[in-house]
């Protein structure tokens, strides 16, 4: 994602992994966008794994902070649908969220390479 902003949703069933999650049922809550923060993913010395700050200027309405935080690990979460492991892609979820302000939120992201 770049500074554009995206929706946020909200997952309302777990019925499938993360790459097919879409197939869940989802409710929007609101939009986000990545304030830019000059520090880059920083990724391991064997380039397997990253961990990332972002930070969030979200617009949520009247959704309480709780329920945006789990939006916000619900909509930043990637995997892929490839069959077999080793694939290569890129993993990831949200390590942790913390309300900075009114609609500011940092997001600290885990992720790695399905090796």
């Not at 069933?13 to 609101?30: F, P």
């Not at 892929?80 to 694939?87: A, F, I, L, S, T």
Request: with cysteine; net charge positive; aromatic share 8%.
């Amino acid at each position: 994602m770049n500074n554009d902003q995206f929706t946020l949703s909200a997952r309302l069933s777990y019925k499938y992994r993360t790459g097919w999650s879409h197939l869940d049922r989802w409710q929007e809550i609101g939009t986000a966008r990545r304030v830019p923060t000059g520090r880059p993913a920083r990724w391991d010395e064997n380039g397997e794994s990253f961990r990332s700050l972002e930070l969030l200027e979200v617009n949520a309405g009247t959704t309480r902070p709780e329920n945006v935080k789990r939006a916000i690990g619900d909509t930043m979460q990637e995997g892929c649908r490839c069959e077999h492991d080793c694939c290569g892609h890129i993993q990831s979820s949200v390590y942790q969220v913390r309300r900075l302000d009114s609609n500011l939120y940092a997001v600290i992201i885990h992720g790695h390479r399905n090796l």
